[in-house]
């Protein structure tokens, strides 16, 4: 059906443009476009992550209990400190090794795992990673570093709800927890937002990272078709394309953050409705 | 026993890594000096009243803030590399343009200018108009006016979120080497860590110890920074700077 | 905390599900170094190793999947367990069995060649201060540091197709690879390119990587292997793919 509707455009708009609509179609094309979903199950995977971690470690920093607190600040500053591209290259290694770990006791018993030198240390605890796997621990590893991100946004947006309302919330008879739920948190996203919109654009630059996890990606797709070919069987023989296919990919980006952009101002006005800040209305 | 073996393979992996660390020192330290005078005049661009001067710089910066500097480098080195036989060759310049210690800082040179470019043109906005009008009104040329009132006062606004962006740009010369080719022995932070952990597997160790670079750097960058803001304040308080880490947490 | 418990609970059962359904294994190639192994229109790996990887398991009996992994994380991803064999044009040298182990070879001891620009007179005999190129991790990269490495500048890439970009590009001097995936490169130029010297011999034959303890795993492929050589399996598919021999039978 497909290649039927690309003979006939191709006829209409004639052969050279035919046979470029042709390539660009093709499976090794389609199985490109179609790896976009990994980049996209990572940014929304990571984003859900990095909230959850972020309510997280703001709640950590805002505890009065001094432990959590210094925990808090600590994972925030951690992450901070040290280059994304570390921390998702390290966390699935890091993850892997423990998990094999906890099965080699559970499996071969702490005698076996103790006899042992190499890695893992008994074949029953072998875990092999899929790409499925791997997506999982990159949204999770996003979620991790952007969730330090997320954290300090949070908490800076629940210490600029105003104490008069929270104290006229309860002053109207709301329990605590009904003050914190409809008043702080409910107030709270309309202070976070320019913030967590700012954490939403690093997390999707990020998502091109998912190559370094041999996820087969926009990014690595991309070098490989317009890597050059010189031998027929493999397919069209031509020069190394590759610009041009980053150039796509740098634009597809560009594009992901015009609406990124627009879908963050229309939230914006929805969280801000009935608030007296810049941005409602 | 198993105590001070872990100890001396730690000191033993810091010992290694001090070199590695240099590289990315460098590319940041390259980076900045062409990176910065670059933002600026970008900022400067984007607030021009010419029209066609504020639309380049504006397009120029939402482009590279807006797409991922990993595909940034590829982009550029392929096209770099596609220039080469026309360009760069004839000039005599193919070892320079195609060096990675050249390529690295230049394409993180493109990358930082555009987020720092948009902190300058937020801080220039402030500019008081007041300001502006009596050094006019005193008959400064528009020269004078920029230097002694919009730079001063633009430098000092922009400058905490600068030091927070010269702290990600730190942290971004490790995608050089992921998407550069290494010369012999030239390897960065996170070449070598790979490399050793290719060896043992001890992923803990080795990363740590590349992480514990990192953050000591950044931690030193902040600090060099808040010398630096002192100078800038130096007329409005007499704060004291500390070696502190006090980052932000947007680009 | 909760949620790192939560996943690897949801690991162990995962992998508890996995181990039942056994006699299944992973195989992986680059799928970016033709012949040996490529990506075809279709998006699908394919090449010499993917059709010799696929009879192997159904001689063996085994059910085998196929994973793509980049050249420069192929053999720790093995040792990780991401995989139980790599078939992608890897040779058999002394440094790699320090790590794995290899099965027989299933293609002959083939010459790494030196390529450069038509026009650029380079004399191996006397190489100095050139630019010479390898792909990261190889056996070329290796043997190119050691001769070469003292008096010329030795650039690494992560890819053979990186590498044979930035030759054409003349950002390398000399390239030195595998034959095999450069002779098609060289002779597809058009007389851009010329090869240098008579070539070397580096490694020995290509084998599939295995881990070191997987023994029962390697002597079931060795098996399948030689009745493949000796029924002249390997050899159509060494004639289709490479168009010449060596040949394992006559």
Not at chain 1, 33 to 41: G, K, M, P
Not at chain 2, 121 to 130: E, N, R
Not at chain 2, 207 to 214: E, H, Q, R, S, W
């Amino acid at each position: 059906m497909l290649e039927f509707l690309i003979a006939q455009i191709g006829q209409w708009l004639g052969e050279d443009i035919g046979a470029s609509l042709a390539y660009i179609s093709n499976g090794k094309h389609l199985a490109w476009y179609a790896s976009v979903r990994y980049t996209l199950i990572a940014a929304v995977g990571g984003a859900t992550c990095a909230v959850l971690f972020g309510l997280l470690g703001a709640a950590l920093k805002q505890s009065s209990f001094l432990p959590f607190k210094w925990l808090g600040d600590f994972y925030t500053t951690i992450v901070r400190g040290v280059p994304d591209v570390l921390f998702i290259l390290f966390f699935p290694l890091a993850f892997e090794k423990g998990v094999e770990y906890i099965l080699a006791y559970v499996k071969c018993g702490a005698e076996n795992v103790a006899a042992t030198t190499g890695w893992p240390p008994c074949d029953a605890a072998q875990w092999y990673l899929s790409t499925g796997d791997y997506l999982v621990m990159a949204c999770v590893s996003l979620g991790i570093v952007y969730g330090a991100f997320a954290a300090n946004v949070i908490h800076g947006a629940m210490m600029a709800v105003s104490r008069g309302q929270l104290e006229a919330a309860s002053a109207y008879g709301f329990t605590p927890r009904q003050v914190f739920w409809r008043f702080k948190v409910r107030q709270m996203w309309a202070y976070a937002l320019p913030g967590l919109s700012n954490v939403w654009m690093l997390l999707l630059k990020a998502t091109s990272l998912l190559s370094l996890l041999q996820i087969a990606d926009i990014v690595q797709w991309a070098g490989r078709l317009g890597a050059a070919n010189y031998f027929p069987r493999v397919g069209l023989v031509h020069p190394d394309w590759r610009w041009k296919y980053y150039l796509v990919l740098f634009l597809f980006f560009i594009l992901m953050t015009m609406i990124s952009e627009r879908f963050f101002e229309a939230l914006q006005r929805r969280a801000s409705r009935g608030m007296a800040i810049t941005g409602s209305n | 026993m198993f105590e001070s073996l872990h100890q001396s393979a730690f000191i033993q992996d810091v010992i290694i890594f001090a070199k590695p660390a240099l590289f990315n020192l460098y590319f940041a330290l390259a980076s900045i000096p062409a990176g910065f005078p670059f933002a600026v005049l970008l900022a400067l661009g984007k607030a021009s009243p010419n029209k066609w001067l504020a639309l380049l710089s504006r397009g120029y910066i939402y482009a590279f803030r807006g797409s991922p500097l990993f595909i940034q480098f590829f982009m550029c080195y392929s096209i770099m590399l596609a220039m080469n036989q026309s360009l760069w060759k004839p000039w005599g310049i193919d070892h320079i343009v195609l060096h990675p210690l050249f390529l690295g800082p230049f394409v993180l040179v493109l990358n930082t200018s555009a987020y720092a470019a948009e902190l300058f043109y937020g801080a220039l906005k402030t500019v008081p108009k007041g300001e502006v009008e009596a050094a006019q009104a005193y008959g400064m040329s528009r020269w004078n006016v920029f230097r002694s009132v919009t730079w001063p006062h633009m430098l000092r606004l922009a400058w905490p979120a600068y030091s927070n962006e010269m702290v990600f740009l730190f942290h971004a010369t490790t995608l050089v080497y992921f998407t550069l080719p290494v010369i012999n022995e030239q390897k960065d932070l996170m070449n070598k860590a790979t490399d050793l952990f290719e060896r043992d597997y001890n992923v803990f160790l080795h990363f740590g110890v590349a992480a514990l670079y990192f953050l000591l750097i950044s931690i030193l960058i902040f600090w060099v920074a808040g010398l630096i803001q002192k100078h800038l304040n130096s007329h409005i308080t007499g704060d004291k700077v500390r070696l502190s880490f006090k980052p932000r947490y947007l680009r | 905390m909760y949620k790192l418990v939560l996943s690897a609970v949801l690991a162990v059962s995962l992998l508890v599900s996995s181990a039942m359904a056994s006699e299944s294994i992973r195989l992986c190639t680059e799928g970016a170094y033709p012949p040996y192994n490529y990506v075809d229109d279709n998006g699908k790996l394919a090449g010499f190793e993917v059709d010799l990887g696929n009879a192997l398991c159904k001689k063996a009996g085994l059910t085998c999947e196929w994973v793509a992994n980049e050249w420069d994380s192929i053999i720790p991803n093995l040792i990780a367990g991401n995989y139980d064999g790599i078939l992608a044009g890897m040779s058999i040298t002394d440094e790699r069995r320090k790590t794995i182990t290899f099965s027989d070879e299933y293609y002959p001891v083939a010459p790494s060649l030196y390529a450069a620009a038509a026009g650029n007179t380079i004399d191996l005999s006397a190489l100095k201060g050139k630019k010479i190129g390898v792909q990261g991790a190889t056996t070329q990269a290796a043997f190119a540091e050691k001769k070469y490495g003292a008096d010329n500048t030795i650039v690494s890439f992560q890819s053979f197709d990186q590498s044979v970009a930035d030759l054409m590009a003349g950002n390398i001097d000399l390239l030195l690879a595998d034959g095999d995936p450069l002779i098609p490169v060289v002779e597809g130029s058009k007389g851009a390119l010329v090869y240098v010297g008579d070539g070397e011999s580096i490694g020995g034959g290509v084998a599939i990587g295995l881990r070191q303890k997987d023994i029962a795993l390697a002597d079931k492929l060795n098996a399948a292997l030689t009745e493949l050589k000796n029924d002249g399996t390997v050899d159509a598919l060494i004639k289709k793919y490479f168009d010449k021999g060596p040949f394992y039978t006559n």
